[in-house]
T-cell receptor
Framework: GAGVSQSPSNKVTEKGKDVELRCDPI?????LYWYRQSLGQGLEFLIY????????KSGLPSDRFSAERTGGSVSTLTIQRTQQEDSAVYLC??????????????FGPGTRLTVL | SQQGEEDPQALSIQEGENATMNCSYK?????LQWYRQNSGRGLVHLIL?????REKHSGRLRVTLDTSKKSSSLLITASRAADTASYFC??????????????FGKGTHLIIQP
């Protein structure tokens, strides 16, 4: 497939457990973004990668959240000790270049996370 | 914090009519984008308008940008049932060359009645 893919599509976990979400961007896209969409907060920017480095981590809601990207491709978003307020749809996007405003972002279908 | 705010929050019109959605933002931007989200699906980019542009067209879509009022509008002409979706404006923020994520509004939910 040519689009951004994310896995799993749905994840149900118990409070306190760790979860790992995966994003596979479009081949050749150097920029990768994670967002979170929840009913109360709308769409929130979490983190941005240019290649393997993350120059902007300002959106991560707490130190329980971390993300990495290896080989300039796949990225994982890890949430440790999940809380109920972490329940949301986590969206990944990629674009040809960096600079959020200059490039169209292509979004994946998202991972719906439910923390019980 | 919310940069873009769309209005109305919800809009219901008859098929064939035009739909207009508005977006206001707070800080200076490099450009503004509109995205569509169908129920249960990811976001799809519709159009990008740069800060030095005032109007842009793409098919049945027309976007305007007024940087003096910090506002944008999205017009969908001759609406179709398939246009039913949530529409979001998204802005970057001038941050001295840093690359940031987009800041989205809460969206306008558009319903096209057949």
């Amino acid at each position: 497939g040519a689009g951004v893919s994310q896995s799993p599509s749905n994840k149900v976990t118990e409070k306190g457990k760790d979860v790992e979400l995966r994003c596979d961007p479009i081949s050749g896209h150097t920029a990768l973004y994670w967002y979170r969409q929840s009913l109360g907060q709308g769409l929130e920017f979490l983190i941005y990668f240019q290649g393997n480095s993350a120059p902007d981590k300002s959106g991560l809601p707490s130190d329980r959240f971390s993300a990495e990207r290896t080989g300039g491709s796949v990225s994982t978003l890890t949430i440790q000790r999940t809380q109920q307020e972490d329940s949301a749809v986590y969206l990944c996007a990629s674009s040809l270049g960096g600079g959020a405003g200059y490039n169209e972002q292509f979004f994946g279908p998202g991972t719906r996370l439910t923390v019980l | 914090s919310q940069q873009g705010e769309e209005d109305p929050q919800a809009l219901s019109i008859q098929e064939g009519e035009n739909a207009t959605m508005n977006c206001s933002y707070k800080t200076s931007i490099n450009n503004l984008q509109w995205y569509r989200q169908n129920s249960g699906r990811g976001l799809v980019h519709l159009i990008l308008i740069r800060s030095n542009e005032r109007e842009k067209h793409s098919g049945r879509l027309r976007v305007t940008l007024d940087t003096s009022k910090k506002s944008s509008s999205l017009l969908i002409t001759a609406s179709r049932a398939a246009d039913t979706a949530s529409y979001f404006c998204a802005t970057d923020v001038r941050s001295g060359g840093g690359a940031d994520g987009l800041t989205f509004g809460k969206g306008t939910h558009l319903i096209i009645q057949p």
